[in-house]
């Protein structure tokens, strides 16, 4: 028998990108006995699991199931384009259906995106902390990600400008509201300079916002899509995933035409369309059930969690700790005192039935080893304080 021919290897990017120690944390801690702020996962409890299954019945009715299980255009179901164009718009950004295309989830979008603006070497300016997949999907791309300076506010506009001049970035990506790893929210003020940053210097902005509709105190701040000075450079992404269900894969781009066409170009060679099963149960929930209602009860359910959160973290966390204190959203972010390791104390910490995420790796530059992201919305309030209790075995 002649001799083998060695298996050729894998794309570089594909083993020079490592995979996400989130979801390696998530299955580390998936006993049930343990507690676990590590996952920003929606509480399953409070799934609206009669509207969705009335929806699915109605779609795959026999009157509905033939165009429900059928291929459909790329762009999304019209009926579901036009339901999310009118929320938008009720919020505040006046949006047309022909503006928008869904996508399997709002992370499908950032890819899309990704490949339709990034060569292999272009730059992307993040926050710092910052979304751990993004951080992926650019690396994926090839790109370069730099890291904009941020405080207790969020992104630092006048850090975001020096970096545009000494950086020549094609984009910049953030989650303005109740970002994640952090849950700060980026002020009206700073929004709008960020947009005349673009305008300025001629930078695309992918804008976030998978949390927007999960606020628990204060006002609503405007999307930087909205400014006009950005509107012909920003790309919106949402998701269904934190305000319905996140089994559904279900978010949307909304984009100006040329990006948009880009993108739809791109999803075509990647999935050809979202399903339509989804998309056609999900147009026909947003025309018949009240989304508004389930997501007050949502709200109220999270902001007590929230509170229960913030209210044990005084006795689980070392003494000098601090945090933050979002008005929305699914995650606080932690810093402990100088020299102690999160990512060190973690393994004691399962061993406690207890589990969260390390800040290191939401960094795309130097890490923090003292921070840590604690998810509020999967355990009740007495589940939390439980878990704080443990928590503290392990910090204090």
Not at 87 to 98: I, Q, S
Not at 219 to 226: H, L, N, Q, R, T
Request: charged share 20%; proline share 8%; glycine share 8%.
């Amino acid at each position: 028998m002649p001799p083998r021919a060695a298996v050729p290897g894998l794309a570089a990017r594909a083993t020079s990108v490592a995979g996400s120690p989130v979801r390696e944390i998530l299955a580390l801690t998936a006993r049930p006995e343990v507690i676990s702020f590590a996952g920003g996962l929606p509480a399953p409890e409070l799934f609206d699991t009669g509207g969705l299954c009335a929806a699915f019945q109605q779609v795959l009715g026999a009157d509905s199931a033939r165009r429900s299980l059928q291929y459909s255009t790329t762009e999304g179901e019209p009926g579901l384009r036009a339901a999310v164009a009118a929320r938008l718009t009720g919020r505040g950004l006046a949006t047309d259906a022909e503006q928008l295309l869904i996508t399997s989830g709002s992370q499908q979008g950032l890819t899309l995106l990704a490949t339709a603006l990034l060569e292999p070497g272009d730059v992307v300016l993040a926050e710092d902390p910052g979304y751990l997949a993004a951080l992926q999907c650019f690396a994926f791309a090839g790109a370069r990600v730099v890291p904009v300076p941020c405080d207790d506010e969020g992104l630092d506009p006048a850090a975001l400008e020096e970096l545009v001049d000494r950086e020549r970035p094609k984009l910049l990506y953030l989650v303005p509201t109740f970002q994640n790893p952090t849950g700060r929210t980026l002020p009206a003020a700073r929004r709008r300079a960020v947009a005349e940053v673009a305008a300025r210097r001629g930078l695309w902005i992918v804008e976030d916002d998978p949390y927007g509709e999960l606020r628990y105190d204060g006002e609503p701040v405007p999307w930087i899509s909205s400014y006009e000075e950005a509107a012909d450079r920003t790309a919106l992404l949402g998701s269904f995933s934190k305000i319905m269900a996140p089994g559904l894969r279900l978010g949307w781009l909304r984009a100006p035409a040329a990006l948009r066409r880009a993108c739809v170009v791109a999803k075509q060679s990647a999935d050809l369309h979202t399903s339509t099963v989804d998309q056609a149960a999900a147009a026909r929930y947003l025309a018949e059930a009240d989304l508004d209602t389930h997501l007050a009860r949502v709200q109220r359910a999270y902001r007590k969690r929230r509170d229960a959160l913030l209210a044990g973290l005084p006795d689980a966390l070392p003494v000098g700790s601090r945090w933050t204190r979002p008005e929305g959203g699914m995650f606080v972010w932690a810093t402990l005192p100088e020299g102690h390791d999160a990512a060190a104390l973690l393994r004691t910490a399962v061993e406690h039935d207890v589990a969260y995420v390390p800040g290191a790796p939401f960094y795309a530059g130097p890490a923090d080893p003292a921070t840590l992201r604690l998810s509020f919305t999967t355990h009740t309030p007495d589940e939390i304080a439980e878990g704080l209790r443990r928590l503290a075995k392990v910090m204090r």
